[in-house]
């Protein structure tokens, strides 16, 4: 297990309810910690999402390791 702190933004700041948390998860990438976190907050179907770990973006396949920090954002919506 390893504790990793999430922010949320936009639409995902909606639905968890919440701006960050630090959650202990046995998940390796960030795909899985997402899918994880969509079980707990039901997020809205969405095309795309990007990730940073540690300010850097990243990809979702990336290895997660204790004490990094993630970021998940949605596509912005703009007209």
Same mark, same amino acid.
């Given at each position: 297990?390893?504790?990793?702190?999430?922010?949320?933004?936009?639409?995902?700041? $909606?639905?968890?309810?919440?701006?960050?948390?630090?959650?202990?998860?046995?998940? $390796?990438?960030?795909?899985?910690?997402?899918? $994880?976190?969509? $079980?707990?907050?039901?997020?809205?179907?969405?095309?795309?999402?990007?990730?940073?770990?540690?300010?850097?973006?990243?990809?979702?396949?990336?290895?997660?390791?204790?004490?990094?920090?993630?970021?998940?954002?949605?596509?912005?919506?703009?007209?």
């Amino acid at each position: 297990m390893k504790n990793i702190r999430i922010e949320y933004f936009a639409v995902l700041r $909606e639905q968890a309810g919440l701006d960050s948390e630090t959650l202990s998860t046995a998940a $390796e990438t960030p795909q899985q910690l997402f899918a $994880e976190l969509n $079980e707990r907050y039901a997020f809205p179907q969405l095309q795309s999402v990007k990730v940073a770990i540690n300010d850097e973006f990243a990809d979702m396949q990336t290895p997660l390791h204790d004490g990094d920090a993630v970021v998940f954002i949605p596509p912005v919506a703009g007209g």
